[in-house]
């Protein structure tokens, strides 16, 4: 079973703007991961953050994490049509466990 | 290094028919984890085989079934196939335990196999 939700589950914005997308996830957990989707292929790993750290940085891409709350968030800056993708959240033990992703549609 | 290959691309299939489904991980990945994602249920982990030995399986009838081989190449099987069994198969590898703290942690996934079952 998927270990979470994320919201929204879809998302189209104009090029330039910024993209946030939310996940939840139901265990404690050592580390949460991102990962992005391109229609159908692979998923290519983005960045991971531990269960120590509150907020990282890579590239245009800005990761929070709440443990408190079971909650992490994606923020994708001056987005580019090169974008357009699904994203996913992922905790890791053995495996990893995804949530259901959001589609994004970034607009030329 | 070269990334994860997945063969075959595309595959059709009728029901009760079986297939295999290989994987060549990332060279010195001693780890690898194939997943199914459908639309209906997402991405679900079928299990993890590290150094030929299956460590990890989810929660998948025993229809499908996987091996690894002593260079690390893996495949997977699915007998009896399903109409429900349409999926895009995914392959990951990850480096081996103890090569950097929490880079065993981090997948390399493969294009996938889309497998179309009539």
């Known amino acids: 079973s998927q270990q979470g939700e994320e919201d929204p589950q879809a998302l189209s914005i104009q090029e330039g703007e910024n993209a946030t997308m939310n996940c939840s996830y139901k265990t404690s957990i050592n580390n949460l991961q991102w990962y992005r989707q391109n229609s159908g292929r692979g998923l290519v790993h983005l960045i991971l953050?531990?269960?120590?750290?509150r907020e990282k940085h890579s590239g245009r891409l800005r990761v929070t994490l709440d443990t408190s709350k079971k909650s992490s968030s994606l923020l994708i800056t001056a987005s580019r049509a090169a974008d357009t993708a699904s994203y996913f959240c992922a905790t890791s033990d053995y495996k990893l466990s995804f949530g259901a992703g959001t589609t994004v549609t970034v607009r030329a | 290094k070269a990334g994860v290959t997945q063969t075959p691309r595309y595959l059709i299939k009728t029901r009760g028919q079986q297939v295999t489904l290989s994987c060549s991980p990332i060279s010195g990945h001693r780890s690898v984890s194939w997943y199914q994602q459908t639309p209906g249920q997402g991405l679900q982990f079928l299990f993890e085989y590290f150094s030929e030995t299956q460590r990890n399986k989810g929660n998948f009838p025993g229809r499908f079934s996987g091996r690894q081989f002593s260079n690390s190449r893996s495949e997977m099987n699915v007998s009896t196939l399903e109409l429900g069994d349409s999926a895009l198969y995914l392959c990951a590898s990850s480096p081996e335990e103890g090569t950097g703290g929490l880079a065993k942690n981090i997948q390399y996934f493969g294009a996938g196999t889309r497998l179309s079952v009539l």
């Open positions: 953050i531990r269960s120590n750290e």
